[in-house]
């Protein structure tokens, strides 16, 4: 019984929460997974984060900072940030998209040879991780986490 005459709140057992937290499970899975990547991608110098910007821009030519931190789900400013660092770096550069001050993102010819170069590098982990975890098992659990990751979008 509450002193203040509230009801009691049933407090979750903290054993219940590291066995069954999505946030706990999926962000320790995340660090694993991107060290094991990055692992893989570090003779090239790129971090996974970098390699999957680079991806994405070279899949589609996004028109903003904003709709490439929505198709990555990443906050906007940790994306600028690492985007400026590959700017300096002279993998990535920028230009006029033509909508509202945007600026769209391109590889530069050295972002391009590191790309390739990085994407073989990442074929080689991947296929490492996939031989690790079993080819039907990673589609099923990579599929599952689409589809969770578009519901929690949908949500937010």
Known sequence: MSLTGEQAIDTPDPMAIAQQC???????FSRLVTRHYNAYLRPTGLMVTQFTIMNAITLFTP??????AETLGMERTSLQRTVDKMIDKG??????????????????????RIYKEASVKWNEAHQAFVDMAGTEEWSSVAEKLQDFSASLKSNL
């Open 22 to 28: 999505a946030a706990l499970h999926s962000r320790v």
């Open 63 to 68: 028109d903003s900072i904003h709709h490439l």
């Open 91 to 112: 993998l990535l550069q920028t230009r006029s998209s033509g909508h509202n001050r945007s600026l769209e993102l391109s590889l530069t010819t050295e972002g391009k």
